[in-house]
Nanobody, 115 residues
Framework: QVELVESGGGLVQAGGSLRLSCAPS????????MGWYRQAPGKQRELVAA???????NFANSVKGRFTISRDNAQNTVTLQMNSLMPEDTAVYYC?????????WGQGTQVTVSS
């Protein structure tokens, strides 16, 4: 079974930047959706950003203008660049990759933004 390998979380001061990356540990074909979700304590998991196979992107209103998402189709890697981070961005961030058959989730990576 394919697992997702996430990297790049950590602790940063408000106004700083972090980059999250995600890639499958094995082969995963025809990925048509790559996204990042986050879940803060006591809150529901929410979509942060997503990119589809044709390059279309979607962002949560709260991160528009601060976060960008990109994908490397050759490596099946998705990267979330987070700039101008705010304390309210603190959460566990999860990668999600989908093709026509499977939806695979990463284990989550903690992002903590101090004020």
């Amino acid at each position: 079974q394919v697992e997702l390998v996430e990297s790049g979380g950590g602790l940063v001061q408000a106004g700083g930047s972090l980059r999250l990356s995600c890639a499958p540990s094995g082969s995963m074909y025809s990925i048509n959706f790559m996204g990042w979700y986050r879940q803060a304590p006591g809150k529901q998991r929410e979509l942060v950003a997503a990119i589809t196979s044709d390059g279309s992107t979607n962002f949560a209103n709260s991160v528009k203008g601060r976060f960008t998402i990109s994908r490397d189709n050759a490596q099946n890697t998705v990267t979330l660049q987070m700039n101008s981070l705010m304390p309210e961005d603190t959460a566990v961030y999860y990668c999600n990759l989908r093709n026509g058959l499977f939806s695979v989730w990463g284990q989550g990576t903690q992002v903590t933004v101090s004020s």
